[in-house]
């Protein structure tokens, strides 16, 4: 038999190109190669994750104790398990989560497993990237339901757009809701020259994707929890998604990560004039990059306004030894680490230099706005419901069984349960019920 994935890993790694995407380490040895040696299970002296009372939960402690929260919870499969159990801890008996639309899927799987149903909030001024959610909304949109039982949003965006957390945890505990922030792209925000972590401004829960940003083994990330009402029954909400056979090799490369990052505080904080040059040269080059306060170490360059659509930008950084994390039809992401090499930089300072030089491909449109599509039913009865792919052409007056969510701006058009009235931004083939 052949072995085509291993096959394809080490092709990749023969590319050797400069890594601007996931995982934080960028293969740049930071990770102990004796880790593998060390794929251990659950056995009387290395603890159980689910049931932990011995060094795992020492070393819970420790993280705790590195973002400053009352409780941490290690989750080996990733930012996803922590999300999910996040919601399930906000809402035990189903109810109603007061929701930013510009969602991850596992918190629609989360919501659609628990029978939770999402209140929808949108984005403010999207423009080319995803925009913010303002504690204005929050507070209009807890004003007029009286039954919400959480508040949950993402911040930082994928582009690093940050949301104003400390206003909107403010409203949250005036009316008495824990705020949950899906922070998968923020772990690093509490080592920056300021701390600017969703759980240090307020939040009561915070799902942090470790693996994203820090030296973590890809699928480690923590469920951080600040408030009393969440600590216990923890665990046993985690163990509700989570397999029962947890990598103890991404666990103990958390477990490093944490003394690493104690030891070398400003790693991060040495990083950011880095790249805020590197932002500075986009600047100059007329490329269009969020605006407003964002996360000082991503870097998300809008192409498009330069007339070079982001799928081009990406094949361009790639001929170029760049692997950016992620290219859409406008933009191009690129996740910056302590653990990039001098060199990497370089590397991408030479692309984004050429950028112009390429032929245009992109003629910027006027974007469709965005808006609230009628909800006819439940998200679980949508996503359980027997359904069927059509031709987008014939899905008007259908109702979704899916998310349809193109990107940018990574604003779901239509969620499971909404009536299709446009298949202007859908895929080819729509999911509908039958
Ligand atoms: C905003 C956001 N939330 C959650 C996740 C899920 O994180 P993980 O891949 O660690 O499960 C992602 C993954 O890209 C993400 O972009």
């Known amino acids: 038999m052949n072995t085509p994935l291993y096959n394809a890993l080490v092709n990749h790694k023969r590319l050797n190109r400069s890594s601007f995407h996931t995982p934080g380490h960028k293969s740049s040895g930071i990770i102990n190669s004796e880790l593998l040696e060390l794929d251990y299970t659950e056995l009387p002296d290395t603890d159980a994750l689910f049931e932990a009372s011995g060094v795992i939960l020492e070393s819970e402690k420790n993280l705790a104790k590195l973002f400053g929260?009352?409780?941490?919870?290690?989750?080996?499969?990733g930012c996803?398990?922590?999300?999910?159990?996040?919601?399930?801890?906000?809402?035990?008996?189903?109810?109603?989560?007061l929701c930013g639309r510009n969602i991850h899927r596992s918190a629609v799987n989360a919501m659609t497993l628990l029978g939770v149903e999402p209140i929808w909030l949108l984005?403010?001024?999207?423009?080319?990237?995803?925009?913010?959610?303002?504690?204005?909304?929050?507070?209009?949109?807890?004003?007029?339901?009286?039954?919400?039982?959480?508040?949950?949003?993402?911040?930082?965006?994928?582009?690093?757009e940050i949301s104003d957390i400390a206003g909107i945890s403010k409203v949250c505990k005036e009316y008495n809701i824990p705020l949950l922030v899906d922070n998968a792209h923020g772990?690093?925000?509490?080592?920056?020259?300021?701390?600017?972590?969703?759980?240090?401004?307020?939040?009561?829960?915070?799902?942090?994707?470790?693996?994203?940003?820090?030296?973590?083994?890809t699928g480690g990330a923590l469920l951080n929890i600040n408030?009393?009402?969440?600590?216990?029954?923890?665990?046993?909400?985690?163990?509700?998604?989570?397999?029962?056979?947890?990598?103890?090799?991404?666990?103990?490369?958390?477990?490093?990560?944490?003394?690493?990052?104690?030891?070398?505080?400003?790693?991060?904080?040495?990083l950011e004039p880095i790249i805020a040059e590197i932002k500075i040269l986009a600047d100059r080059l007329g490329i269009l990059?969020?605006?407003?306060?964002?996360?000082?170490?991503?870097?998300?360059?809008?192409?498009?306004?330069?007339?070079?659509?982001?799928?081009?930008?990406?094949?361009?950084?790639?001929?170029?030894?760049?692997?950016?994390?992620?290219?859409?039809?406008?933009?191009?992401?690129?996740?910056?680490?302590?653990?990039?090499?001098?060199?990497?930089?370089?590397?991408?300072?030479?692309?984004?230099?050429?950028?112009?030089?390429?032929?245009?491909?992109?003629?910027?449109?006027?974007?469709?706005?965005?808006?609230?599509?009628?909800?006819?039913m439940s998200l679980r009865e949508a996503v359980l419901g027997k359904s069927e792919f059509i031709p987008r052409e014939k899905a008007i007056g259908r109702i979704s069984a899916d998310t349809a969510c193109p990107c940018p701006p990574g604003i779901p058009v239509y969620m499971p349960g909404e009536i299709i009235e446009s298949y202007d931004c859908?895929?080819?083939?729509?999911?509908?019920l039958i």
Do not use: W
Request: hydrophobic share 40%.
């Open 289 to 376: 990059q969020p605006d407003g306060l964002c996360d000082p170490l991503r870097i998300a360059l809008n192409t498009a306004s330069i007339g070079i659509s982001g799928e081009k930008a990406g094949e361009f950084f790639r001929s170029m030894g760049v692997e950016p994390e992620f290219a859409d039809d406008e933009n191009v992401v690129f996740i910056c680490t302590p653990f990039n090499s001098e060199n990497d930089f370089t590397n991408l300072r030479n692309a984004i230099k050429l950028l112009n030089k390429l032929d245009k491909d992109f003629v910027v449109k006027e974007k469709s706005k965005i808006f609230l599509p009628k909800r006819v």
């Open 187 to 217: 772990s690093h925000l509490k080592f920056l020259s300021e701390d600017i972590h969703p759980i240090t401004l307020g939040a009561s829960m915070t799902a942090c994707s470790v693996h994203k940003t820090l030296p973590v083994l």
């Open 69 to 77: 929260v009352k409780r941490t919870l290690i989750s080996a499969g």
């Open 426 to 432: 859908l895929n080819e083939f729509v999911k509908v």
């Open 123 to 160: 984005p403010r001024n999207n423009g080319a990237f995803t925009g913010r959610i303002y504690a204005e909304d929050v507070c209009k949109a807890l004003a007029e339901n009286s039954d919400i039982c959480g508040c949950y949003i993402t911040s930082p965006t994928y582009y690093g």
């Open 80 to 97: 996803s398990l922590a999300i999910m159990t996040m919601i399930r801890l906000a809402t035990m008996n189903g109810g109603k989560l």
């Open 227 to 270: 408030d009393d009402r969440f600590i216990e029954g923890s665990k046993e909400a985690m163990s509700l998604f989570a397999s029962t056979s947890p990598p103890y090799p991404i666990m103990a490369s958390i477990d490093l990560c944490a003394d690493y990052i104690s030891k070398n505080a400003d790693i991060y904080k040495r």
